[in-house]
């Protein structure tokens, strides 16, 4: 039990504990609609994509699971998403071991913090957060979905708090057979569901800051305005590019009115930043499209949330650097601030290790199978940025492809910098270096 007292070891082995479960509990006769219980795979690929608030799904969330697996899957995208670090402290402050070093560094990792302070008041934060954003998402979707769509309020109730907190983890998995395609022309549905998605993925650093700060640009931290500043130009780029390039789709936005354009290309723009809800046949966009939805799910979301992808932070950092160097400026940075050459290699190594998993699993998907490659580099970058979109072949791949859907979905959730350092702990760093010398780039 040593190796799990270090916690970028631990949030791995907790992450597959919480798989194990899900998978078990899945595998139960009671968790199925035919009262047999799940297939091991099945099982697993549903769990590891619910922990991971994924959303891909192999078969019918709302027809194949009975009310009591629907039911576990929503306790396992609720604890994937609120981080089971943050639990894991939670109960140990409750058990009354106090909160200790090893405690706030394992929340450091998984929610990653910039500092171990005053971490407590942070835990407390998430949950409020969490609480209140989710509770006025189900409260108004169970209102219209009473009023509107003649659902009992029981019936309302559960589809109402399912899709809340799906929406709020960014996990994507609904209960309805087409996602929320039936909803496409309802903005009471989809505005709360697309609010509660941003939220979710703007991160707790953002929500710490807004709660402690204001609306107060200048004194928000550099990390606060690189999140919201990127992620409203995405979602703001995203939404005019998916405008223009499915205006006149025929199986898109081809038949609606302006206004229905409007508000389908926005969730659609939201949606790739690792939400995974679709009130579009994804299937049916046009090759240009699902290339800017490539783009928008590998950026992902806001760092230390409930977001995937390499994250929005990483993307920018990534820029800066680049544009640093056409200019021939010495350091990069943003806002009169320079990044430490300590960030700008993390987010070299995230990229690089993202692009090298999503290319791997590409690679052996389309050898084991006969599927369109643009379809599979889809489903690929989708299961590792945990978004849960996809062209519809989810079902369709066989056992080895979804294996490997399952290991991009845990390493995009558990985070490539986790597993790395995990790899890495305990190699004491070397007591010389190598002398320099000028290599030949590009």
Known sequence: ????????????????????????????????????????????????????VTGLVVVDTGSYWSPVGQVFILLMFQIGGLGIMTAATLLGLIAGRGFGLNDRMATQVERGRLDTDDALSVLK???????????????????????????TPAEALWHAVFHA???????????????????????????????????GALGFPVMQDLHDKGA??????????MTVAGSAALLALGCAAILAMEWDNPATLGPMGWGAKLLNAAFHSAMPRTAGFNSLDVGTFRHETLMVNYLLMFVGGGSAGTAGGIKVTTFIVLFAIVLSEILG???????????????????????????????????????????????????????FATVGLSTGITAELPPGAQVAIIMLMFVGRVGTITVATALAVGRPPRPYRFPKETVIVG
């Open 216 to 225: 107060d640009w200048r004194r928000w931290s550099l990390h606060s305005k």
């Open 125 to 151: 934060l998430v949950f409020v957060i969490t609480v209140v954003v989710e509770t006025v998402a189900a409260a108004v979707l169970a209102l219209r979905f009473i009023l509107a769509y003649g659902m």
């Open 329 to 383: 400026r010495r350091d990069s940075g943003l806002f009169n601030r320079r990044f430490g050459s300590d960030v700008e290699r993390q987010a070299l190594t995230v990229t690089v290790l993202a692009a090298t998993m999503v290319f791997a699993a590409t690679t052996f998907i389309a050898a084991v199978s006969d599927l369109p490659l643009p379809d599979i580099l889809f489903e690929c970058i989708s299961a």
């Open 1 to 52: 039990m040593k190796p799990l007292r270090n916690p970028m070891r631990l949030v791995p082995s907790l992450f597959l504990l919480a798989i194990a479960l899900g998978t078990f509990v899945l595998c139960l006769p009671i968790s199925t609609a035919n009262g047999t219980g799940a297939p091991l795979l099945t099982a697993l690929f549903t769990a590891t994509s619910a922990v991971a």
């Open 165 to 199: 907190v799906s929406a709020f983890n960014n996990a994507g998995f609904s209960i309805n057979a087409d996602g929320l395609v039936g909803y496409q022309f309802d903005p009471f549905v989809l505005g709360p569901v697309m609010l509660a998605v941003v939220i």
